[in-house]
T-cell receptor, first 120, second 116 residues
Framework: AQTVTQSQPEMSVQEAETVTLSCTYD???????LFWYKQPPSRQMILVIR????KQQNATENRFSVNFQKAAKSFSLKISDSQLGDTAMYFC?????????????????WGLGTSLAVNP | DVKVTQSSRYLVKRTGEKVFLECVQD?????MFWYRQDPGLGLRLIYF???????EKGDIPEGYSVSREKKERFSLILESASTNQTSMYLC???????????????FGDGTRLSIL
């Protein structure tokens, strides 16, 4: 069974600085997808960034980028130029490559989350 | 943009009541999910559905049931509410592609349910 581990329950960073959130996962699958989600306080969970395992290039979305190390099964999130609005709970999630017929082909395996505080 | 709407933001019910949580999505997504979120436990999948009238148990289905009579609506039912079901409940939906499949789940705002 797949598992996702986020080893940092809480982190803090000063505004404008860079912070990296760690995520490791365990799977025997070769093709899969990884996601980072963000949940601001009392607000909706939203997708930050996604990575396909067969792609070597690390995904980037503006100030958010990942360091995907497939052999090490590591998927860290780097937030550059941190802003107060980045204060949130961040969840790492794994999804194995769906098959045509499997009904549960969209289940996500979630980490427990990292609470990030951006301080002024 | 995908819109996932949960019927209530906050809900207070009594032990033993039958509770309905409703979720509607407007993007014709095939997959819909119900999670509960508790501090220190992350998101735990209760049930999911990949088609109308189809449902599969997630990791913690006990004490819950679901209904999906229409594609856009996925209801979570607490048959006889108990205090240990006090939690934040999140609904999500996603599309099912023939191949690929990196389509993310889109979430509603959540329902904070308190069982007294």
């Amino acid at each position: 069974a797949q598992t996702v581990t986020q080893s940092q329950p809480e982190m803090s960073v000063q505004e404008a600085e860079t912070v990296t959130l760690s995520c490791t996962y365990d799977t025997s699958e070769n093709n899969y997808y990884l996601f980072w989600y963000k949940q601001p306080p009392s607000r909706q969970m939203i997708l930050v960034i996604r990575q396909e395992a067969y792609k070597q290039q690390n995904a980037t979305e503006n100030r958010f980028s990942v360091n995907f190390q497939k052999a090490a099964k590591s998927f860290s999130l780097k937030i550059s130029d941190s802003q107060l609005g980045d204060t949130a709970m961040y969840f790492c999630a794994f999804m194995k490559h769906p098959s045509f017929t499997a009904g549960n082909n969209r289940k996500l395996i979630w980490g427990l989350g990292t609470s990030l505080a951006v301080n002024p | 943009d995908v819109k996932v709407t949960q019927s209530s933001r906050y809900l207070v019910k009594r032990t033993g009541e039958k509770v309905f949580l409703e979720c509607v999505q407007d993007m014709d997504h095939e997959n819909m999910f119900w999670y509960r979120q508790d501090p220190g436990l992350g998101l735990r999948l209760i049930y999911f559905s990949y088609d109308v009238k189809m449902k599969e148990k997630g990791d913690i289905p006990e004490g819950y049931s679901v209904s999906r009579e229409k594609k856009e609506r996925f209801s979570l039912i607490l048959e006889s509410a108990s205090t240990n079901q006090t939690s934040m409940y999140l609904c999500a939906s996603s599309t099912r592609e023939g191949r690929g499949g990196n389509q993310p789940q889109h979430f509603g705002d959540g329902t904070r349910l308190s069982i007294l």
